[in-house]
């Protein structure tokens, strides 16, 4: 067998399915919008600041911003371009950013409320494309199609290069281990097969470290993934809190490095 015999695709679609947990409905993060724009839109981020850099979006230039949450990188990027348009499949998400859009008088900026499972004939075709952790699709070949089909001058995607957002001990704690997200990998090589020869680099983050002060913060983070934990698994989880706060020994929660994947058209 070679590297030809291989459908990344089919690879990918598989380790989806071992996953388990990988996708969230959209009223989850409608729930998480206002916390979110609190927490992310014009404050200091590394990963924001490196992302935004590489794409160097020039004022002549329209941006098609993939899973742009409540904005953060949506509204900088409408100080740099010509036009951005906003998509993504939560509506709350999108109404926190129509707030920002109208106490910034962004006038280049445009929403569309549009999942990567809708048809996107209607969606405008851009210069650059941007999809900033918001890749994990169900299929990565409608994503490229669709990819391929927007995007003029420049794509830049950002994937996961760790198996879980969450700390390995908590999943071990609750029994709830599992094959994880497929990473970049997948992507990468599926690009490759598909004729796109693309770049590689890798974001380092601040993320790495949760940031919750109570056992109930780290069970809402954990249920916000998994879904509601049984009382078997939230006592479980209480006896891992507790563990780690008594070892002062940190509970891990995030993608401490993300891999930036981008490509000329």
Same mark, same amino acid.
């Given at each position: ?78 100080? !740099? =371009? %010509?036009?951005?348009?906003? +998509?993504?499949? #939560? ?10 859009? *109208? ?107 949760? !940031? =919750? %002060?109570?056992?109930?913060? +780290?069970?809402? #983070? ?10 078997? *698994? ?32």
């Amino acid at each position: 067998m070679i590297i030809d015999d291989i459908n990344f695709n089919e690879l990918y679609l598989n380790h989806l399915k071992a996953s388990k947990h990988y996708s969230l409905p959209a009223d989850k993060w409608d729930k998480k919008a206002r916390n979110m724009a609190q927490n992310m839109i014009g404050k200091i981020s590394k990963y924001n600041d490196t992302l935004l850099a590489a794409i160097h979006l020039q004022p002549d230039e329209t941006l098609l911003d993939i899973g742009c949450g409540p904005g953060t990188l949506a509204i900088p990027l409408c100080r !740099q =371009g %010509k036009a951005v348009y906003a +998509l993504d499949y #939560s509506r709350g998400m999108l109404e926190v950013l129509q707030e920002y859009k *109208e106490q910034l008088q962004l006038n280049n900026l445009h929403l569309l409320h549009k999942s990567w499972h809708d048809s996107w004939e209607d969606v405008p075709q851009a210069d650059v494309l941007l999809a900033s952790r918001s890749t994990l699709v169900d299929d990565l070949d409608d994503m490229i199609d669709k990819l391929c089909a927007k995007a003029k001058k420049r794509v830049y995607l950002t994937s996961v290069t760790q198996r879980h957002f969450l700390d390995e001990g908590v999943l071990q704690a609750i029994g709830r281990q599992n094959a994880g997200f497929p990473s970049y990998i997948y992507l990468l090589n599926r690009l490759y097969q598909r004729g796109i020869q693309a770049n590689l680099n890798f974001i380092e983050t601040e993320s790495g470290i949760f !940031q =919750g %002060k109570t056992y109930e913060d +780290l069970l809402t #983070s954990v249920e916000f993934s998994l879904g509601a934990l049984n009382d078997g *698994e939230k006592t479980a989880l209480a006896n891992f809190y507790q563990q780690r706060q008594q070892s002062g020994q940190p509970i891990y929660h995030g993608q401490r490095k993300w891999a930036l994947i981008w490509w000329e058209i």
